[in-house]
């Protein structure tokens, strides 16, 4: 019903970057700390005190930049933001306008298979807000103002995503990038990652762009997702409803999924913007960048193209391990100690992914180490174990119940390979079903299963299959 | 004793031949702001007991051997605008009236450091927004030599003390000539240095890129003294220069043999009183005969200084003192009914007419549609004003001029007219502009007040322009005259 319409999506992400202390004063920025313990006499806005540029930005930035091949501007010059809040303590926001440090920047995108080039306008430094803690006291608002200074980099986007599903594809991208890069941990929950949507509609062919409406501080990639579609729906019902889509901001709430409105366009502020006049304009040049270069890791895409053809991984599998630069480097842990790389992708995509989904652990959190799987993967290629048990195994070691070796040996789940024992078990088991060994013979082939499953239930699993066809298949042939 | 008709200099050497202690001269000065002050209205803050232990101190380690050199044990006074630990700081505010600093600004701590000390913290205009410093929550200072005209301002408290001798030597700041102008009301040396010279830190913002700490003495050399123990890089302000300070005492005592000093021609037009021109005509005169030649000179864009500065002052100020808003400390007005009633109560008690015009007058600067126009207009035309100085010193090594274009004038004369109030600044406000070190001395009198000669050196010339003051108070006396009333 909505096949007329196009979807315009920007996003503005705002991503915390991991240093030690804030953009402008030398607090620590550790989240969780109690309130107002970490603002000094400068994020507290005192009289008379002065912003620093803590210059551990500057290579976070560029690397940024260099990682979405954009343009590092030698020249970057902060500015003021003006508008009063209470969370605000200098009345104005140190933020960048004309010259921020990354312009145009691009990012690469998959949706159903599908590669997209999307456009990265800016990504801008900026300092963060303090915290309103409403009800804090009886009719009180409090302030914690330990946030108040955290250095952001606010990366936004061209508006060239067309759907939610671009829209989240773009942002997962991203998360795995600023984390890759090492420039920010992501951790959503924490808000070191968070993103803005501004989205409009138009029908389709139309070139001009339809006014837009700015959904802000959405905090997951599944309320991205859910927002988006509920504000594509709003606007396209409202504009065929005869009625007009208002340029303002809106906020999503999650537990009803449907965003409202904030303020529009008539209340915003004018932030009268001018160069802070306490802060010299940043200059840098290319040995800078040069060394930053030389600093960088190695990225997603490039990372991905060298395990296809390095470890000659499906694009698939090489996707999947890449995706977030821990999962890689466990991956790369376990093929180092030896395992094959198709057995070990087949691990961590696999068995090891969904364990970590289930829990919600990141891979630094594993119980099992890269070390521990490849143990057990040595125990898989040289027959100790098969497979099948390799699952129990790994749930052993995930519950800590040591590595492969010990868990194989408490739970006896070492396979049989004693050819002699095989041969008595399957002789008493052909003994005991007549029945089947004759319908077998009368060429009711599928009755080997059968068979399969009794030496299996006999053994409880732990008899090598291949030994197990092969005796069987002679024995039962008479 | 008539320890206050001497200089921070003639004490210090008085000191170190044990003729006095600083106890002495502590306690000698503390009685002269006891008994004139009442009149003057010069200190908002009086920190006696704090300044007589600081000399004690000062005495016991000059007794031990340990003397922290010449400024170790010298009284003066700061200017309320730089944050004192423990210690009201004000900033001639109502909005400040309540704000006890729980920090020291660098220029306090330099001056601690160098062992002067403190005898409280002087009245100026509030936020060092006025020119006659009669915009102080405190009420207004008064001239010593006339107690009916206005000291000048914004650092007017500093000015006046010096001027009557209630302390040796004050902190002033200058933004657009709050050094200068005031100086030369009241008679006495004032020196503002090269933009970045002194650090900012823990001084209260009125415009950043022009607001700069100098010093209010009763000559060039204790000026030097002081401002060197002043000057200097400082990490935590990202605007001061990272680059050695000149030793400005030892340089005192250089010829003007052979130095060229320019006249700007714009200095001297229409609108000068002739006594002040008399007065800036007869120094030259002197420069002549201390062997600086005299050269005119053309700042061809000088005259849009006062516009320029009314954009660009207001402009950063308005952000400035947005953080006054009465959440986390000063003035908060009573039982606010929402967040807006907060702000517009709070802000609307706490600063006066002054400060408030000029928030609005940067607000409009800087608002959408208007900040291209204005802003930055000004900041280009900013840009071609200090070309033009700088082009002008290629071929002189000083410039001079008057300080102000009349004298003192009279408490609440000017009052009414905010746009004459400003153009008391003509002369100085395009060095605060260019970026340049520049000074007033006292170089004559009439009808019974003090004129003052502007000099104005090249960016970090502050030892020449030290030099060329001194040069030309060996040779004259009208800085060591004191206004009768407080001889």
Known sequence: ?478 | MTWHTKTLTELSNAIAARETTSRELAEHFIARVEAFDGELNTFVTRTFDAALAAADAADARRAAGESLGPLDGLPFAHKDIFCTKGVKTTCGSKMLDNFISPYDATVVEKLQAAGMVCLGKTNMDEFAMGSSNETSYYGDVKNPWNTSKVPGGSSGGSASAVGARLVPATTGTDTGGSIRQPAAFCGITGIKPTYGRVSRYGMIAFASSLDQAGVFATTAEDAALMLQAMSGFDERDSTSIERPVDDLVTGLGESLAGKTIGLPKQFFADGLEPEVKDAVDAAINEYKNLGAEVKEIDLPNIGLSVPVYYVVAPAEASANLSRFDGVRYGHRCDNPEDLTDLYKRTRAEGFGDEVKRRIMMGTYALSSGYYDAYYIKAQKIRRLIRDDFLKAFEEVDLIAGPTTPGLPFGLGEQTDDPVTMYLNDIFTIGVNLAGLPGMSIPVGEASGLPIGLQLVGKHFGEAELLNAAHQYQQVTDWHKAIPAAFQ
């Not at chain 1, 691009?106 to 963060?128: Q, Y």
């Not at chain 1, 996707?319 to 790389?341: H, I, K, W």
């Open chain 1, 1 to 478: 019903m909505y096949s007329n319409w196009e979807t315009v999506i920007g996003l503005e992400i705002h991503a915390q970057l991991s240093t030690n202390s804030k953009l402008f004063s030398g607090s620590s920025i550790a989240y969780g700390a109690e309130p107002n313990t970490q603002a000094n006499e400068v994020d507290l806005a005192l009289p008379g005190t002065l912003p620093v540029l803590n210059k551990e930005v500057m290579n976070l930035a560029a690397r940024l930049g260099i990682a979405l091949n954009a343009t590092i501007n030698k020249r970057s010059v902060f500015e003021r933001k003006n508008y009063f809040y209470p969370d605000l303590p200098k009345g104005y926001q140190t933020s960048q306008l004309e010259l921020p440090i990354v312009e145009h920047g691009e990012l690469f995108i998959s949706v159903n298979g599908e590669e997209k080039r999307i456009g990265v306008t800016r990504a801008h430094l900026e300092e963060d807000a303090g915290k309103s803690i409403h009800g804090a006291a009886e009719g009180c608002t409090g302030i914690d103002l330990n946030r108040a200074g955290t250095p952001l980099l606010e990366i936004v986007s061209e508006p060239e995503l067309s759907s939610a599903a671009e829209a989240v594809a773009y942002m997962k991208k991203l998360h795995s990038l600023v984390q890759y890069i090492g420039i920010c941990d992501g951790n959503m929950q924490e808000g070191s990652f968070r993103c803005d949507a501004n989205v409009s509609v138009r029908p389709k062919g139309q070139e001009e762009l339809g006014t837009r409406a700015e959904i802000k501080n959405i905090n997951s990639f599944r309320f991205v997702e859910k927002a988006i579609n509920y504000e594509i729906e709003r606007q396209i019902d409202l504009i065929e409803d005869g009625g007009e889509v208002v340029q303002e901001t809106r906020l999503y709430d999650a537990e009803k999924n449907e965003t409202r409105s904030m303020r529009s366009k008539e209340e915003a502020n004018d932030y009268r913007y001018f160069p802070c006049p306490d802060l010299l304009p940043v200059v840098i040049d290319d040995s800078f960048i040069d060394a930053v270069r030389g600093d960088m890791p190695e990225l997603p895409d490039a990372k991905k193209a060298r395990f296809v053809s390095d470890f000659g991984l499906s694009d698939e599998d090489a996707a999947q391990l890449t995706n977030s630069r821990p999962m890689a480097d466990y991956f790369e842990a376990v093929v180092a100690d030896g395992v094959e790389a198709k057995m070990a992708a087949n691990w961590c995509n696999g068995e090891l992914s969904a364990w970590l989904n289930k829990e919600e652990k990141d891979v630094a959190e594993s119980p099992v180490s890269a070390a521990m799987l490849a143990g057990m993967c040595k125990r898989i290629a040289d027959n100790t174990i098969s497979n099948k048990i390799a699952k129990e195994v790994f749930e052993g070691m995930w519950n800590g119940e040591g590595d492969a070796d010990a868990v194989i040996d408490a739970k006896g789940l070492k396979q049989i390979t004693d050819t002699g024992a095989i041969e008595a078990m399957i002789d008493e088991i052909i003994a005991n079903n007549a029945g089947q060994v004759e319908q077998y013979r009368a060429g009711k082939e599928k009755v080997f299963g059968f068979f399969v499953g009794q030496v299996m239930k006999a053994t409880q699993g732990k008899a090598n299959p291949a030994q197990v066809n092969q005796i069987l298949k002679q024995k039962l042939a008479g």
